[in-house]
């Protein structure tokens, strides 16, 4: 008799557990739907936004958009790599919607092929909290490589399908940069980055070369740092006394650093036309990691 309870109240267990997990499985997937209705800006602000408050998330509120973008390091097949991809995007999109949870914050989740795109409430450092739940979650996915882009602040719902392509370009950038960061919102990217796109990288960097090139091949030569001066050239406006004070050496020095510079790579920084030019190759230089710039 007793066999027979135990077993019938495990039936009854087991059917409610089945039961939960449809549920959550349901309401995951008509959050996604509806956020990639959002991301495609076909919808309705006012009735997507009290559906899924429904569902006890707010979208219009501060929020960003983290776009957790994973590359194979190793040879796959096809079907492979696909069902890879699913298993951990799966599990990382669990513990994401677990650990976002414990910081008494909400997110609403989607997914692409290689992609894991959450929207976050604000909260105090996106950076700072973006590695933690890449250190958190991504640390054990062994064949693929992580990388983070986050959004600008998204104010209300119609701003999040604009903060999805600043994480997407973000996410560009980082991959065509010699950086080795894992993590990078686009407030970081310099002014001169954030106006590149991938049709014109490949130029941005053969024009940057075409600038600076000479300077890096007689600094690499000589052992000097004439890029350097540069770099804190740029940065205080053409102030010399600002870049004497910077870089700890006498103006003496400075100007025929910059005597030098101009002279090696044939342009004149008097000019308006010449400084923008140096400005934005500096940019670029600084972006492709090819300028070590010492914080003295």
Known sequence: MGYIVIK???????M???????????????KRELLNAVFRGEFSEEEL???????GYNLNQPQYVFLFHLDSSQEFNRKE????????????AESLNKLIKQQGLACIMTTKVNQLIAVIRQFSSEVSCGQWLIDQIFSEIKPFEMKLGISSLCQQASDLKKGLKEAEKTIKIMKFSKSNAKVKAFKELLAVVK????????????????MLQKIKNYDDKHGSDLLETLYWYVENNGHLYKTAERMHVSLGSV???????QEIGGFDLSSSQGFFDVYAAVNMYLFLGLIEVKMK
């Open 195 to 210: 106006l590149i796109c991938s049709e014109n990288l490949p130029e941005m960097e053969a024009f940057a070369h075409t």
């Open 16 to 30: 409610q557990i089945i039961n939960e997990t449809s549920a959550f499985e349901n309401e995951q997937r008509i």
């Open 8 to 14: 019938k109240a495990a039936s009854i267990c087991a």
């Open 81 to 92: 790599l696909e069902d890879s991809l699913n298993h951990d995007k799966t599990a990382a």
């Open 255 to 261: 100007r025929y650093r910059l005597k030098r510079i």
């Open 49 to 55: 936004t009290y559906r899924l408050k429904l569902m």
